[in-house]
């Protein structure tokens, strides 16, 4: 895929994970929503399968679940480079995808990692008020929501019920093993993964 960017267009994908990263309750994962809404439906940078793919491997590696905003922003950066003529040396292409990096990165991170800190000391001072009381108790649901509409989006593909019905039973399976046993998650995705490189799923 190839895309062209402006000036403008890097600061507006910065602006819009400052905006995102103020709504990030429940983690950068919650927002993934919104970041498919922005990147591939409106602006059309990254495919459908870049976004997907992106929040899989992210999720697959050790670290903290933001780094999918960061392959998100590679993505963009390569799609970028990917529409330069004359072709562009790697190094040049590297350089945009750490750009997109940066930019998604620091976006998503420096807003909230600053509220965090200053709202949290306050929180903490006024603990036993029933307003914040109140208000940790009604993130619960937002939270669970936003989670959700995530794992929602993530099946977007998956709407074929005659084809990719296993995949459906297995997903259940799955979610009630989680919920009634302390069967450790790392087995559950390793049985996930073994049945995808079968074709089973």
Known sequence: MSITLSFQDWVSLFLHFVSLSLLAVGGAITTAPDIHRYLVDEQHWLTHYQFTSSV??????????????????????????????????????????LLGVLVTMVGIIVPSATLTFFSTQWAHKNRDLKGIRAFKAGLAPLVMSLLVATGWLLTGNHDNYSEDWPMWVLAAVTTVIVWRTQTHLLLLLSIGAVLGILKII
Request: no cysteine; aromatic share 8%; hydrophobic share 60%.
């Open 56 to 97: 899989a491997i992210a999720q697959g590696a050790p670290g903290p679940n933001v780094m999918f905003v960061a392959l998100m922003g590679w993505n963009v950066g390569m799609n970028a480079a990917a529409s330069m003529s004359p072709e562009p040396t790697v190094l040049y292409a590297v350089m945009l995808a």
